[in-house]
């Protein structure tokens, strides 16, 4: 199966150091990169973790080999999903607009981009990436 991981899913991941399911394979928008590592370079700003652990997500996450995507039909989409969900800017939309052009579901662990993505999308648990067993994406 594969799954866009939206940035909070993702920072799960390469917090925990989890490993997904050999037959899970990980997709992401090109952007996800640069938002994970602001987002450690602000967490250890803020004394929350040290460089030391900041470094080590971000190898973890290199070695999820996590595929990122952007070309123009993606940015297209994610113009349409901003413009159709009335946000202020395309960043979150472009998650939805990978999983409908690329992935089997949705992976986040906000309840309210889950409720507005799932109009468009498919959701999966954050658990599903893990274990097999877990219940399979919603529509």
Do not use: C
């Given at each position: ?10 920072l799960?991941?390469f917090?925990?150091r ?13 952007l ?8 450690l ?6 004394g929350?973790?040290?460089r ?10 290199r ?7 952007g ?13 159709k ?8 939309a ?5 999983t ?7 992976v ?15 959701i ?7 274990d ?8």
């Amino acid at each position: 199966m594969r799954y866009v991981i939206a940035l909070d899913a993702a920072l799960r991941l390469f917090r925990e150091r989890a490993v997904p399911t050999a037959a899970t394979s990980l997709i992401a928008p090109t952007l996800l990169r640069s938002q994970t590592v602001t987002h450690l370079y602000a967490a250890a700003r803020r004394g929350e973790i040290d460089r030391g652990e900041a470094g080590a997500q971000l190898d973890h996450m290199r070695t999820l080999n996590v595929r990122l995507l952007g070309d123009r039909v993606l940015q297209r989409f994610a113009w349409d999903y901003a413009e159709k969900l009335d946000w202020e800017d395309t960043f979150t939309a472009e998650y939805i607009a990978l999983t409908r052009l690329q992935a089997d579901a949705l992976v986040t662990l906000d309840p309210a981009l889950a409720r507005a993505a799932g109009a468009h999308v498919p959701i999966a648990t954050y658990e599903t990436l893990l274990d097999r067993t877990a219940a399979q994406p919603r529509a």
